[in-house]
């Protein structure tokens, strides 16, 4: 069953974004992230600047299949078919469709009220399925 963590609070979604994506490339781990058409580009024109010292390697999910293969993050609308399933990255208001593929989902929360309302309605509609939530804060871990 799929392990999904909520990350709460993130001060700036995709600059959150992009640090998970950083510590979960290190650890070898290939990473679909998925938001609205909109946020995708802005996530993929930070990710081309984002550290001076280090490429945090990228695609859209619709680059040629062997860039795919190769690309440990993925940028995809809809995550059902991406290349892997190991961790989805939800930045987006709904539950994604085939979440139940991946090993792990992160959901990333900012402080904005509209954000966590919609959160509310992810984590319900998870739980409602049977699925065990975990819940991080990040003010809580900024203050630690």
């Not at 995550?79 to 593929?101: C, W």
Request: proline share 4%.
């Amino acid at each position: 069953m799929t392990e999904i963590a909520f990350h709460f609070n993130a001060p700036d979604k995709l600059a959150y974004t992009c640090r998970l994506l950083r510590k979960a490339v290190a650890s070898g781990a290939r990473v679909v992230v998925t938001a609205s058409d909109e946020t995708l580009h802005r996530l993929d024109q930070i990710l081309w600047t984002y550290s001076a010292t280090e490429f945090l390697p990228h695609c859209l999910d619709t680059s040629a299949a062997v860039v795919l293969s190769h690309s440990p993050v993925v940028l995809a609308r809809t995550p059902a078919q991406a290349p892997h399933q190991q961790v989805l990255v939800n930045l987006g208001d709904d539950v994604p469709t085939g979440f139940e593929r991946y090993e792990r989902l992160i959901e990333v929360v900012s402080r904005g009220d509209d954000d966590r309302a919609q959160a509310r309605l992810r984590w319900k509609q998870y739980a409602d399925r049977g699925y065990t939530l975990q819940r991080h804060d990040l003010v809580l871990k900024e203050h630690a």
